[in-house]
């Protein structure tokens, strides 16, 4: 095994203003000019999910709404994300990745970690391999990478942050003291505002204070997490890079919303799930996969919360099906009159949109892959100009109730790779 001594060599590649770079990639117009991937600028609502360098440049940032980004830049080019563009390069990364280790572990879709110790002699050798994959990817793909190279997870993602873009930063045993103590404390994975707050407030201010607290010190106000960010800042982490054939596969797909007022009818009830099931249909389709359960979770004005399932005659990613599923499980359990504060709809038991289904007599299968390619056909619509250029016509009876985007909206929040 490599590394130095028993160490193992992890490497964590964070992809550089990843959607706005490969925004900027496909649309060679818009190279040249500030750019951020966002929400619907007419509407002057939601935020950046990513912006490009000359935006950064601006005071552009990650997370604010897009207003206040189009105040701090006026000529500022905002578009519309594009998720299977996003995946498609995603993999791509992962791919040049995978020519170096099988050890290759998902860290939402434009980071990674990467265990090499067996593909290299120490820790050295492998900083000069994640300078072959950082200008591979460059060559290949057109985009830039950061890549942190450490012996545990923690370490390396704080290297692939620490000099950006296009660089490998490495966090040695002999070096990490000196460059990795005085980093904030909001710099360590999972030190989120709150837990910041907490810190600060006790005299605790860099990454290296949390290491000389001691974890019995850091528990007595933060609980069982005190341990895992004492662990964290001593370089103590030890968790595996799961190997591909590890990695837990995307097992639901799911939206819910609290209703602007109380839902008070069966008209209201299916205008929300109209919206809800368009969303976890595109986002099935984005994936390319099928649901062959559907589930609904509901929340009333007395905060009585009731969920409810079924199985899907065949396996779809329809969004007519789900919606009429959706609202004969709701239907089953409620009657009017009713206040309903929030909805969701969850689509599970996946599987592959190429799994193939046996055709029926009754033409089920047949209808069913219609409906699908009619939506897939509104989905490259949207992606090209907007969320809200094809709407059902049931949306515009009370554009109040259904003037929400949970598709835009929607964050992927990566779970801990280990358990306390």
């Given at each position: 095994?490599?590394?130095?001594g028993?160490?193992?060599?992890?490497?964590?590649?964070?992809?550089?203003?990843?959607?706005?770079?490969?925004?900027?990639?496909?649309?060679?117009?818009?190279?040249?000019?500030?750019?951020?991937?966002?929400?619907?600028?007419?509407?002057?609502?939601?935020?950046?999910?990513?912006?490009?360098?000359?935006?950064?440049?601006?005071?552009?940032?990650?997370a604010e709404?897009?207003?206040?980004?189009?105040?701090?830049?006026?000529?500022?080019i905002?578009?519309?994300?594009?998720?299977?563009?996003?995946?498609r390069?995603?993999?791509?990364?992962?791919?040049?990745?995978?020519?170096?280790?099988?050890?290759?572990?998902?860290?939402?879709?434009?980071?990674?970690?990467?265990?090499?110790?067996?593909?290299?002699k120490?820790?050295?050798?492998?900083?000069?391999l994640?300078?072959?994959?950082?200008?591979?990817v460059?060559?290949?793909?057109?985009?830039?990478?950061?890549?942190?190279?450490?012996?545990?997870?923690?370490?390396?993602?704080?290297?692939?942050?620490?000099?950006?873009?296009?660089a490998?930063?490495?966090?040695?045993?002999?070096?990490y003291?000196?460059?990795?103590?005085?980093?904030?404390?909001?710099?360590?994975?999972?030190?989120?505002?709150?837990?910041?707050?907490?810190?600060?407030s006790?005299?605790?201010?860099?990454?290296?204070?949390?290491?000389?607290?001691?974890?019995?010190a850091?528990?007595?106000?933060?609980?069982?997490?005190?341990?895992?960010?004492?662990?964290?800042?001593?370089?103590?982490?030890?968790?595996?890079?799961?190997?591909?054939?590890h990695?837990?596969?995307v097992?639901?797909?799911?939206?819910?919303?609290?209703a602007?007022r109380?839902?008070?009818?069966?008209?209201?009830?299916?205008?929300?799930?109209s919206?809800l099931?368009?969303?976890?249909?595109?986002?099935?389709?984005?994936?390319?996969?099928?649901?062959?359960k559907?589930g609904?979770?509901?929340?009333?004005?007395?905060?009585?919360?009731?969920?409810?399932?079924t199985?899907?005659d065949?396996?779809?990613s329809?969004a007519?099906?789900?919606?009429?599923?959706a609202?004969?499980?709701?239907?089953?359990?409620?009657t009017?009159?009713?206040?309903?504060?929030?909805?969701?709809?969850?689509?599970?038991?996946?599987?592959?949109?190429?799994?193939?289904?046996?055709f029926?007599?009754f033409?089920?299968?047949?209808?069913?892959?219609?409906?699908?390619?009619?939506?897939?056909?509104?989905?490259i619509?949207?992606?090209?100009?907007?969320?809200?250029?094809?709407?059902?016509?049931?949306?515009?009876?009370?554009?109040?109730?259904?003037?929400?985007?949970?598709?835009?909206?929607?964050?992927?929040?990566?779970?801990g790779?280990?358990?306390?």
């Open positions: 095994m490599g590394g130095e028993t160490d193992r060599v992890v490497f964590h590649l964070d992809c550089n203003k990843f959607f706005a770079s490969v925004e900027c990639l496909h649309r060679p117009e818009i190279r040249e000019f500030p750019v951020a991937v966002g929400g619907s600028v007419e509407k002057r609502h939601g935020i950046v999910l990513t912006a490009n360098q000359i935006a950064a440049k601006c005071g552009v940032k990650t709404p897009i207003w206040q980004a189009k105040a701090k830049c006026p000529d500022l905002v578009v519309p994300p594009n998720y299977p563009l996003y995946v390069f995603s993999g791509l990364v992962k791919a040049i990745c995978a020519d170096y280790t099988d050890k290759v572990e998902s860290f939402g879709l434009d980071e990674s970690w990467l265990d090499v110790t067996d593909n290299v120490d820790i050295r050798q492998g900083e000069l994640a300078n072959k994959i950082r200008e591979r460059k060559e290949e793909l057109g985009i830039t990478v950061s890549v942190g190279v450490s012996w545990n997870k923690v370490f390396s993602k704080l290297g692939s942050d620490y000099k950006k873009p296009d490998v930063t490495l966090f040695s045993r002999e070096n003291r000196e460059k990795i103590f005085p980093l904030p404390c909001r710099d360590l994975l999972y030190v989120g505002p709150a837990t910041e707050k907490k810190l600060l006790r005299g605790i201010f860099t990454i290296g204070d949390i290491a000389e607290a001691g974890p019995d850091l528990c007595s106000f933060l609980g069982k997490n005190g341990y895992m960010l004492y662990a964290f800042a001593a370089g103590l982490e030890d968790s595996p890079v799961k190997d591909v054939l990695q837990r596969g097992k639901s797909v799911g939206n819910s919303v609290t602007p109380d839902l008070i009818s069966c008209e209201d009830v299916k205008l929300t799930f919206v099931g368009e969303t976890v249909a595109r986002r099935l389709r984005d994936q390319g996969l099928r649901a062959k559907l609904i979770s509901v929340r009333d004005s007395r905060l009585n919360t009731f969920t409810r399932q199985c899907l065949l396996p779809t329809s007519d099906t789900l919606i009429a599923n609202m004969k499980l709701f239907c089953a359990d409620m009017e009159p009713f206040k309903v504060r929030s909805i969701g709809i969850c689509a599970y038991e996946l599987c592959s949109a190429d799994l193939s289904v046996q029926d007599m033409g089920e299968v047949k209808r069913n892959e219609r409906a699908e390619k009619l939506e897939k056909t509104v989905d619509l949207k992606y090209r100009f907007g969320n809200d250029c094809v709407k059902r016509a049931s949306m515009l009876s009370d554009i109040k109730l259904t003037d929400f985007d949970p598709y835009e909206d929607h964050k992927v929040h990566p779970e790779w280990f358990k306390l």
